[in-house]
């Protein structure tokens, strides 16, 4: 099974991408993959507030 990692470049932290239990509390959700098999998507969150800044544009 494959992981794959998203997470914010430059942030204040540092993000682990080598286990699911970084310290932003990451997302994770389960996608198909092109062979039929599922791996996991994980969705790191960035702690500076900057996705919040940008949904108020
Ligand atoms: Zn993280």
Redo the contacts with the bound molecule.
């Keep these: 099974m494959s992981t794959y990692h998203v997470?914010p470049t430059r942030d204040l932290?540092e993000?682990?991408t080598e286990t699911d239990d970084?310290?932003?509390g990451?997302l994770t959700e389960p996608v198909p993959r092109d062979d039929g098999s599922m791996g996991w998507l994980i969705t790191?969150?960035s702690l500076d507030g900057r996705e919040k800044q940008e949904q108020n544009r």
């Design positions: 997470y932290i993000h682990d970084c310290v932003c990451p790191h969150h």
